[in-house]
Each structure stands twice: as structure tokens, then as C-alpha cells.
């Protein structure tokens, strides 16, 4: 199953985390020292949710990140599905 929130669209990012080695100049040593780069993924925060649409008078299950769920929540339920597409 994809890791795609379904409202707003986000997914799984890559990017880099720099190695570093040695001790800091500050603690005596000679200093820091970037040794390599290594690729790693960053995943949205996704929560499975089935969600209340007065409008409808029935729940929709969406899989949606918590910044959708707040938008949810703000905007209401009809109309942020709607937008997105989903109902």
C-alpha cells in the first residue's frame, strides 16, 4: 500500500544525513570532519482514519497525514473530501 496521503498528496521524501567524525576544536580536538553521506527517507506522519460526512450521513475511510487531519478539522469534512476528491 503506497505511504500517499490521500488529501494532500504527500509521500515519501529521500535525502541526506551527513556523517561526521573527530572531536570539536571547542572540546580540544581538531575538529569535525564530514566523512560521508547517506541517503535516508523521510515518511509523512499517516493515520488511517474513517471520518463522519454529516452531509452524507455516512463515514468514508481516507488514509490522510495529521496536517490533513487538522485541515479536516478546520475546514469541515464534506468539504475538504470534496476538494480532494473523494466523495
Known amino acids: 500500500m503506497a505511504r500517499i496521503c490521500s488529501i494532500r ?3 515519501v521524501r529521500s535525502g541526506g544525513k551527513i556523517h561526521r567524525s573527530g572531536l ?3 572540546k580540544g580536538g581538531i575538529g569535525r570532519h ?3 553521506v547517506v ?3 523521510v515518511s509523512p506522519n499517516l ?15 481516507v488514509k ?4 490533513a487531519l487538522k485541515t479536516v478539522n478546520k475546514n469541515g469534512a464534506f468539504v ?4 480532494a ?3
Open 34 to 36: 564530514v566523512t560521508k
Open 24 to 26: 570539536a576544536k571547542k
Open 9 to 11: 498528496g504527500t509521500r
Open 39 to 41: 541517503k535516508r527517507t
Open 85 to 87: 476528491g473523494l466523495v
Open 80 to 83: 475538504t473530501l470534496k476538494k
Open 64 to 67: 490522510l497525514s495529521a496536517r
Open 47 to 61: 493515520q488511517t482514519k474513517r471520518i463522519w460526512i454529516p452531509e452524507l450521513s455516512r463515514f468514508v475511510r
